[in-house]
T-cell receptor, first 111, second 112 residues
Framework: QKEVEQDPGPLSVPEGAIVSLNCTYSNSAFQYFMWYRQYSRKGPELLMYTYSSGNKEDGRFTAQVDKSSKYISLFIRDSQPSDSATYLCAMSDTGGFKTIFGAGTRLFVKA | SQTIHQWPATLVQPVGSPLSLECTVEGTSNPNLYWYRQAAGRGLQLLFYSVGIGQISSEVPQNLSASRPQDRQFILSSKKLLLSDSGFYLC???????????FGQGTRLTVV
């Protein structure tokens, strides 16, 4: 079993839709949870960062962490074509080094 | 502000040839530095990380090596490339003790 599972998609939605991206994990020691966005042929960029359980909102993006279920989510409201990218979840049990990444979900938002 | 530079963006190399990818960070001191490889559908695999000059930790056995000759310079090398070394290589940095990593633009390496 992989430490982090993420559906690779692709996920195709119409503009304006609410998008839900998810990851599950097996290591209960993970404390830091991140979402990265990666455009084609570019390096990933940090989108959201959450410590421990709970929700965090930033504009149209909301990150949720449910440690009891070992499940994290990223919601995108009012999705835009510019949101089309690969979204990678990542998590770590300590600061730095051993961050584990999901395989990434490809998202297409159609105008 | 901090920036990270990684080059070249694309590289095509024959099997058995050497490799040198360079990464530099500006605007910060004593960063943690990382080399990742990204394969389609498999996420990012950590290859090497460094907490200081000359300090390199390898995460997976492979045909590659890394060096950190200066505080903000990280180099990925190989003496003889294999076909299986093809992939998208990413350099990243983080503040010491932080989990958030900041990535370069990546190098697409094709070994032919």
């Amino acid at each position: 079993q992989k430490e982090v599972e993420q559906d690779p998609g692709p996920l195709s939605v119409p503009e304006g839709a609410i998008v839900s991206l998810n990851c599950t994990y097996s290591n209960s020691a993970f404390q830091y949870f991140m979402w990265y966005r990666q455009y084609s042929r570019k390096g990933p960029e940090l989108l959201m960062y959450t410590y421990s359980s709970g929700n965090k909102e930033d504009g149209r993006f909301t990150a949720q962490v449910d440690k009891s279920s070992k499940y994290i989510s990223l919601f995108i409201r009012d999705s835009q074509p510019s949101d089309s990218a690969t979204y990678l979840c990542a998590m770590s049990d300590t600061g730095g080094f051993k961050t584990i990444f999901g395989a990434g979900t490809r998202l297409f938002v159609k105008a | 502000s901090q920036t990270i530079h990684q080059w070249p963006a694309t590289l095509v190399q024959p099997v058995g040839s050497p490799l040198s990818l360079e990464c530099t960070v500006e605007g910060t001191s004593n960063p943690n530095l990382y080399w990742y490889r990204q394969a389609a559908g498999r996420g990012l695999q950590l290859l090497f990380y460094s907490v200081g000059i000359g300090q390199i930790s390898s995460e997976v056995p492979q045909n590659l090596s890394a060096s950190r000759p200066q505080d903000r310079q990280f180099i990925l090398s190989s003496k003889k490339l294999l076909l299986s070394d093809s992939g998208f290589y990413l350099c990243a940095w983080s503040v010491q003790g932080d989990t958030e990593a900041f990535f370069g633009q990546g190098t697409r390496l094709t070994v032919v």
